[in-house]
């Protein structure tokens, strides 16, 4: 890919959500790629055996299945996670975990809602005492104190980078990386403290958060302890736009347009709320790709392209 690609159409999630989504705004011949690994789809490895029309079909079959369909339209794929996404005046642009540039007219979100837990003791019992699943949400709030990032993945290292600039000390715990090489490099390259081949066996604190015990019985002082094992999710998503929650501050809002408040962004499947069924994020995938194209079409006479 250039250093910086315009399209119609950026889809953030490589479910049936996203895919049918993919399909069906390439169908309407516009620009569209989509971004995710998609064994991170929750359907991927499922087996299904209530869909519509067919009997039995395992999740990693029915996605790729539906990759190669919308391939066949024009889609592209990357096989990448986003960092962070910005506006500008005529629609967006979207980082990648590579340090790709990507400016987009709209954007459509199916990334799902699943967050990853760490399961030990004392991250139940702490969570907004110290324990946060947001670096962009909670990081200012541990300004010049001394915090752990614990993932492996995209999501961790940019919110150990992130926090590098505003914490005292930061450290990183990761079994085994699983970055991009220019991700990876940042990371070595920055001050934060990696504690690799090693992991989390507890929180530890009463009324706030005072350390974390590793596997290899190191206590690490810290008063904050940030939970980032996957990709960039929902909550990290929506809050640094400026998108709107439910009144749980669960799901995306979106009309029967699959639109949400801010112009050009659409969402999809499991992230717009339950049921959790297959059927359900197609259906708002088809809806979601149709409108996101027929909007993209609107801006391309404001908007200066050299791909289209």
């Not at 055996?49 to 889609?75: H, P, W």
């Not at 540039?101 to 837990?117: D, L, M, P, S, V």
């Not at 490099?185 to 015990?213: C, M, P, Q, Y």
């Not at 408040?261 to 659409?266: D, R, S, V």
Request: charged share 20%.
């Amino acid at each position: 890919m250039a250093e910086i690609q315009l399209y119609d159409v950026v889809i953030l999630g490589t479910g049936p959500a996203g895919i049918q989504a993919a399909i069906h705004s390439a169908r309407k011949k516009a620009a569209v790629i989509v971004l995710g690994k998609e064994s991170g789809s929750s359907a991927y490895k499922a087996h299904v055996e209530n869909f519509a029309f067919i009997f039995k079909v395992s999740g990693e079959e029915m996605l790729k299945t539906g990759r190669i369909q919308a391939n066949a339209f024009g889609a592209e794929f990357l096989e990448e996670d986003i960092l962070r996404i910005t506006p500008k005046e005529l629609g967006y642009q979207v980082l990648t975990e590579s340090g790709c540039e990507i400016e987009t007219r709209t954007i459509i979100i199916a990334t799902g809602t699943y967050r990853n837990q760490l399961g030990v003791p004392g991250e139940k019992e702490l969570l907004g005492k110290g324990v946060s699943y947001c670096v962009d949400c909670d990081g200012n709030f541990f300004r010049g104190e001394t915090v752990a990032v614990i993932g492996c993945e995209s999501a961790a290292a940019d919110g150990a980078l992130t926090l590098s600039e505003i914490a005292g000390t930061v450290h990183l715990v990761c079994d085994q990386m699983n970055l991009s090489e220019s991700l990876e490099r940042k990371v070595r390259n920055s001050r934060i403290v990696l504690h690799e081949t090693t992991g989390v066996t507890a929180i530890i604190g009463s009324d706030a958060v005072n350390a974390l015990l590793l596997s290899d019985g190191v206590s690490l002082p810290v008063s904050g302890v940030f939970i980032e094992l996957g990709a960039k999710g929902l909550m990290e998503l929506a809050l640094s736009l400026g998108i709107r929650l439910d009144d749980e501050m669960k799901y995306i809002g979106v009309n029967r347009k699959q639109e949400t408040n801010l112009p050009g962004i659409y969402a999809a499947g499991d992230i717009c709320g339950p049921p959790w069924q297959i059927a359900k994020a197609v259906g708002e995938g088809c809806v979601a790709g149709i409108e996101a194209a027929s909007y993209a079409k609107k801006l391309r006479g404001q908007w200066k392209s050299n791909i289209l």
